[in-house]
């Protein structure tokens, strides 16, 4: 495993993170260990997380929240000092009208329960997961300074951003003398480029860490799923993930699949392997977040690492994808 410099910080961090979104929610408690025990094994020391991930993301529970943070809990004893443990704040987690948003009052709430599901005294890593326009960003980073000088968080980051509201944010920072944001995390792959066109730039100028989601298009970039046919057994699109499905609906993804699976065949690589290789390609990209339901789907992914695509593949996945930025 390669390890990067997060942002304008000192801590380094694996190019390739755990994801646990589908901890409580899709895979029970002994899967998640087991995927969590194979994460630790190959180098994936940054698990990420937040306090909505749980069943309540699919029944619309708001109290079905935390499960993910609950298992990484359990597993985490005996291990808290080899983890760099990433969460997030701002969906609703509650009944209460306040039980979401960024809120000192939501904030400060939140983080204890999140600190008391993982089990542990501090969050190295806390983002607010997206933009609230209810809240006034010094209200926000504000609170968010405090849990830094409480050292119940370590560094703050954001999730979902655009380059103007980090920029803002940034701007809060400087004014009032806060923790900036030193980190975003965006979702980023071949079939989703849209973050080259400014937020990229913006984190290269800014020393902003780009952790990145769904890196293999929320599994499309692995070739399992097929037109005209039902998906695998235990996948997110047995699940019915709304977002996997609106993507495989756009006209000419499978096209552009079956395009760079030529591409991963010349190299005698899974599509998957060459999917992640591409993303890892970008120097601006800290780390890429992997979700996955099987400890095997970590060690097949990480087989090439850390290889790179040459800059003939990487022109031929511009052709090949020129209409998705």
């Not at 529970?61 to 809990?73: F, K, L, R």
């Not at 699949?257 to 060459?274: H, Y």
């Amino acid at each position: 495993m390669q390890y990067r410099v997060l942002g304008n910080t000192g801590l380094k961090v694996p190019e390739v993170s755990l994801g646990c979104m589908a901890f409580g929610r899709w895979i029970d408690k002994d899967q998640s260990f087991r995927v969590m025990d194979m994460a630790l094994e190959q180098g994936m020391t940054l698990f990420d997380t937040a306090d909505v991930y749980g069943r309540g993301m699919d029944n619309g529970d708001p109290t079905q929240s935390g499960e993910s943070e609950a298992i990484i809990g359990e597993w985490l004893k005996g291990k808290r000092d080899r983890i760099i443990l990433a969460t997030k704040v701002h969906g609703r987690v509650g009944t209460d009208i306040n039980d979401g948003g960024q809120s000192r009052y939501h904030i400060m709430k939140a983080v204890e329960s999140s600190l008391r599901r993982l089990q542990t005294d501090h969050i190295d890593l806390y983002q607010v997961h997206r933009f609230d326009e209810n809240t006034p960003l010094e209200e926000t980073l504000d609170a968010l300074n405090d849990l830094v000088h409480q050292g119940k968080v370590r560094y703050i980051g954001c999730s979902n951003y655009a380059a103007w509201q980090i920029a803002k944010a940034h701007g809060v920072s400087a004014q009032n003398k806060l923790r900036r944001f030193e980190s975003v995390q965006p979702q980023y792959s071949i079939l989703a480029r849209e973050i080259e066109n400014e937020l990229l730039p913006f984190c290269a100028s800014e020393k902003v860490g780009v952790i990145v989601y769904s890196p293999l298009g929320r599994g499309l970039l692995t070739g399992k799923y097929r037109p005209g046919e039902k998906p695998p057994e235990g996948s997110r699109g047995e699940q019915g993930e709304k977002r996997l499905q609106l993507l495989m609906e756009e006209e000419g993804t499978f096209d552009i699949i079956s395009s760079l699976q030529k591409l991963a065949d010349e190299r005698g690589w899974t599509l998957a392997q060459f999917a992640l290789a591409w993303v890892l390609s970008n120097p601006v990209i800290t780390s890429a977040i992997m979700g996955v339901s099987r400890p095997e789907q970590i060690v097949d992914a990480l087989q090439h690492l850390p290889e790179r695509l040459t800059v003939e593949e990487l022109k031929a996945v511009d052709q090949i994808s020129r209409n998705r930025k």
